[in-house]
């Protein structure tokens, strides 16, 4: 730690297990290493800028998980908008094709919806976890876990298997 | 600790240093944007307080008698007794022997004793913001007043305004009047005498009559004798008598600045024989 210096008080102990929280919610969404790292980096940038409001709440976990996966599906939206003509031409990589309607399926959702999705399937939290991530109730994270996994459903059809995609993660 | 459970390819140390680089950043930018947004709210509401005390501070009256003065005239501000039909109104201190009188308006000149009231009345508004307030009270009760002269204290509406902040007392003016030749005639002058307002205040250290006619504003400062405050219209130039007059008090003391204005009817007092007709007009 010698390159860094005034570290905010308890920031270098939290990050690395929030550096990887972010980092492995951003490789489900990105499917890119080095992407997700960039998310994950930026994503510990803008909790080192909150620390002081983040630092000491239960919820400072959840807050990075739900950054990161913010970033990342604005990520892959910008990514789908740039490079569309090379994402057509790869359209054998079932993928890429699953990460592109998951993130334009993800950014449908109604925001809560899209945050209880992101943080209990791709950030691996439990319901409880999330609700205190949230600061709803946990019969509020069921709520919306059900109607969002039902909207995603709906819209991605055989695309993918969520349920499958939650055990794996 | 190190690098075991380490995800990415860059080191620990160099994740974090550029971390930490990219929250200063974004804190150093948050903080002014915060102060730009701190400055803007301060600066918006100093501007909106400055206009604020502009607004209330400029509470002359000027500008509202000068619409009043300045404007087309209505109809309804014929005073009644005019030269249209002089006989209504009684002569005033034009001169004091001269009191024609006349059938309509002998009750004016029996009821105040001086026979100087010529049944003119006066109806005053101070210092309101909204020059209609005033100029509509005028055209309302004048043509009902100006063939009694008695009522005209019971028209007269004064108030005062007074600098919010203040705890001395603002002047106060009251008791507005004419005099010509030393002798006071009330409420109304004649178009063609020398007339002098005079008016009584308390707490004022200073004292401006304005008035308006033929669409200029005049303005004379006022002379003190103890509470006595008054100034000389001289002769009013015109004979324009169907259009009255608006007069101002400004009456400024340590307490604040008081305005009182007045609309008096010009009376024609002109001796019958030789007032013009309506046939003439």
Redesign the interface.
Same mark, same amino acid.
């Given at each position: 730690?010698?390159?860094?210096t005034r570290?905010p008080e308890g920031f270098?102990e939290a990050?690395?297990p929030l550096?990887?929280r972010a980092? %492995?919610v951003a490789r489900r969404i990105l499917g890119d290493?080095a992407a997700a790292?960039d998310v994950?980096?930026?994503a510990?940038? %803008?909790?080192?800028?909150h620390?002081g409001k983040i630092a000491l709440q239960p919820w400072r976990e959840g807050w990075v998980v739900r950054v990161s996966s913010n970033l990342a599906l604005d990520a892959v939206r910008k990514r789908s908008r740039t490079s569309s003509a090379v994402v057509d031409t790869e359209v054998e990589d079932d993928d890429v094709v699953i990460r592109l309607a998951l993130a334009d399926a993800l950014s449908l959702l109604p925001r809560r919806q899209r945050e209880v999705v992101v943080l209990r399937h791709l950030g691996g939290l439990s319901e409880a976890e999330c609700a205190q991530a949230l600061r709803v109730s946990p019969g509020a994270v069921k709520t919306h876990l059900h109607r969002g996994l039902a909207a995603l459903r709906t819209r991605l059809g055989p695309v993918m298997n969520l349920e499958g995609a939650a055990s794996h993660g | 600790?190190a690098d075991r459970?380490?995800?990415?390819?860059?080191p !620990?140390?160099?994740?974090?240093?550029?971390?930490?680089a !990219?929250?200063?950043r974004? !804190?150093a930018v948050?903080g002014a944007l915060n102060a730009l947004a701190v400055m803007t709210v301060v600066g918006a509401s100093t501007l909106g307080v400055g206009a604020a005390l502009r607004a209330v501070s400029d509470s002359s009256p000027s500008t509202e008698v000068d619409n009043v003065a300045i404007g087309p005239e209505p109809p309804t501000l014929s005073v009644p007794g005019s030269s249209s039909n002089p006989s209504v109104t009684v002569s005033g201190g034009g001169s004091s022997s001269s009191t024609p009188g006349s059938a309509v308006g002998s009750t004016t000149s029996t009821s105040e004793p001086s026979g100087t009231a010529p049944g003119g009345s006066i109806t005053s508004s101070t210092s309101g913001r909204t020059g209609t307030t005033s100029s509509s009270t005028s055209s309302s009760s004048t043509p009902g007043t100006s063939t009694t002269a008695t009522s005209a204290p019971d028209t007269t509406v004064t108030s005062t305004s007074q600098a919010p902040t203040t705890t001395v007392p603002a002047p106060e003016v009251s008791n507005l009047r004419f005099k010509a030749d030393g002798v006071y005639t009330g409420q109304s002058v004649c178009h063609e005498a020398e007339a002098t307002v005079a008016v009584e205040i308390t707490g004022a250290d200073a004292a401006v009559l304005k008035w308006n006619r033929a669409g200029r504003t005049h303005r004379v400062e006022m002379v003190a004798e103890e509470n006595l405050w008054s100034a000389s219209i001289g002769e009013l130039e015109d004979r324009a008598t169907d259009v009255p007059v608006v007069i101002t008090v400004e009456a400024m003391g340590p307490g604040g600045t008081t305005y009182e204005s007045a609309i008096v009817e010009v009376a024609d007092c002109s001796p019958l024989p030789s007032a013009p007709s309506e046939s003439e007009a």
């Open positions: 730690m010698s390159g860094v570290l270098d990050f690395d550096f990887g980092f %492995r290493d790292e994950a980096a930026e510990m940038a %803008r909790a080192y800028a620390w | 600790m459970d380490w995800p990415v390819a860059t !620990r140390d160099e994740m974090l240093a550029r971390v930490a !990219r929250g200063t974004i !804190r948050r």
